[in-house]
């Protein structure tokens, strides 16, 4: 059975840029790969058809709570199928545990993790331009204990719910997840990104070596992404913008939120590196 690794990260926080380098380093000879037909398969967690299609259960008949204690099983039944020796899928899930007490996500040895945190104002700023709405609105999710995201009873989603939290509960579960964990930074990503990129290669036990991550950042640079969704656009990109890839840099969020709206998330940011130190995890 394949290893699952999960790349875990509070919606706009990089895990799409991630995902995109991994398939420029596993498949060079199809680099820069193009967004719409990425050659490496990442799954995500919530992906309603996997769970349907793994289990032979329609989600849509299911209530909430059936389909939470279910989705561990799906999990399961993926790894089992998997043909590769390396299972990577998306999450943007919260490190929660099932009433009793199984974890959501796994627990190792047959699970570990990538986690990519992200300043929360930078977060709040791009959640404005994904979710569509208001600083204010953003800043009010990200302090949202009960903040969820495929919520919608207007029609049926293409992902199951994903319970996320506030920033903090976020950062704090995966931090503390019984599993193996590589914590990587989304501000050293930009700023220094071969260390940052080659932790994460050798966490998987890939083999490729700094020439090979070097290519692959490049191949991956967030100008490149841009040109790439002007040309065809991205089809994760939400209906009502026209750029997934909008501005990818750090401390923007400093800049736009008022000292109001920063002080939450500033406490929220100060509490989660006290937890990275206490843990000893590299930031």
């Known amino acids: 059975m394949p290893r699952t690794v999960w790349l875990a990260s509070y919606p706009k926080s990089g895990n799409t840029w991630?995902?995109?380098f991994l398939a420029n380093l596993l498949h060079p000879e199809q680099a820069p790969v193009d967004l719409n037909q990425l050659p490496e398969r990442?799954?995500?967690a919530s992906s309603r058809g996997h769970f349907?299609?793994?289990?032979?259960v329609p989600s849509a008949l299911l209530t909430q709570a059936e389909i939470d204690r279910l989705r561990p099983a799906a999990d399961a039944e993926l790894a089992r199928a998997w043909d590769e020796p390396l299972l990577?899928?998306?999450a943007h899930d919260a490190y929660t545990r099932l009433p009793d007490g199984t974890p959501l996500m796994g627990?190792?040895?047959d699970f570990s993790a990538i986690y990519i945190l992200r300043d929360p104002w930078d977060v709040a700023v791009s959640m404005t331009n994904h979710f569509n709405c208001d600083l204010d609105q953003a800043v009010a999710n990200l302090t949202n204990p009960e903040f969820a995201v495929a919520v919608t009873r207007r029609k049926l989603n293409g992902q199951l719910r994903q319970q996320l939290g506030t920033w903090e509960m976020h950062a704090s579960g995966w931090l503390q997840a019984p599993m193996p964990l590589c914590l990587l930074r989304y501000e050293t990503m930009k700023a220094d990104p071969l260390p940052e990129f080659r932790r994460a290669v050798r966490f998987m036990e890939l083999p490729h070596d700094d020439d090979a991550i070097t290519a692959a950042l490049e191949a991956s640079r967030f100008e490149r992404l841009q040109?790439?969704?002007q040309a065809e656009r991205f089809q994760e990109t939400p209906k009502h913008t026209q750029a997934f890839f909008r501005r990818g840099i750090s401390g923007e969020g400093l800049d736009k939120l008022t000292p109001?709206?920063?002080a939450p998330l500033e406490t929220m940011q100060q509490r989660i590196q006290a937890l990275i130190i206490e843990r000893g995890l590299a930031a």
């Open 18 to 20: 991630f995902r995109i």
């Open 42 to 44: 990442t799954p995500i």
């Open 52 to 56: 349907d299609d793994l289990l032979g």
């Open 88 to 90: 990577l899928r998306k």
């Open 107 to 109: 627990q190792g040895p």
């Open 227 to 229: 040109q790439a969704e």
């Open 260 to 262: 109001e709206q920063r």
